[in-house]
């Protein structure tokens, strides 16, 4: 039988969740077509092809935990500047940020920061929100420490919040993109597809996880699906799109910049 990977903490598994963390499996999709495939089958029953098993958990140790980490960031950092600046710009009474961490002095003289910000008296949607913003501020600034000091409780928080309505659904999604959890981030982005299947939002994660996971084609599909609904999508009131212009301004640029370099 051909072993499943958790989309959640990248572990080997079998059955209907993981025996590590107890996360939902959610089973394999076909790279050419994007059809959920059967745990013991070996090709798609939609299109015929050939399922590979990917696994992530390599990539991700390497990128979180290990020296390609500082490298990593500096290519992320551009997007997740963009989502936090998008972020508080529309937010009312200015940038909502989470309060600076008190600065004390180690033995040795060095400042340490990273005391995470108090989120007793929030919703658990404002926790995982402040949480989020705190990520990618970290990953914007290339603080590889503190982005991975907040990055598991910041996707815990959003798990914790759930049902997630889209925005907060993105706000995962991109978390888990960012920590390398890359099949959980795909499946997160179909979340919000199958609320609406021409949101802008979740075709953009969709498309930068299939991407990520060396799907092309499936990516090729959903950055076509923004080409086609860009404009409708975009002249109607949806908050989330104010709430991250600095991504759906650009999206339709990006879709076309994908499609023509293939």
Known sequence: MTALVCPKCGETASGSFCQKC???VQGRFCQKCGAQASPAAHFCNQCGNQIAVREHRAAA???LGGKNLPWWLAGAAMFALIVVLGTQMVQPGGPSMPTA???????GGGAVTGMPPDLSSMTPVEAA???FNRVMTAVAAGDSTEAQQFMPMAIAAYDRARPLNTD???HLSMLQRTAM???AALVTAREILEANSDHLLGLSAAAKAAVELGRSDIAAVYYERVL??????IEQDIPEYVDHAPITDNLRSEAEAFLSGR
Do not use: H, N
């Open 101 to 107: 961490a008190p600065v004390t002095t180690q033995s």
């Open 129 to 131: 929100d402040r949480l």
């Open 228 to 233: 086609d609904v860009y404009e409708s999508q």
């Open 168 to 170: 907060g659904l993105f």
């Open 22 to 24: 107890g996360a939902k």
């Open 61 to 63: 140790t390497a990128t």
């Open 181 to 183: 959890q890359l099949e």
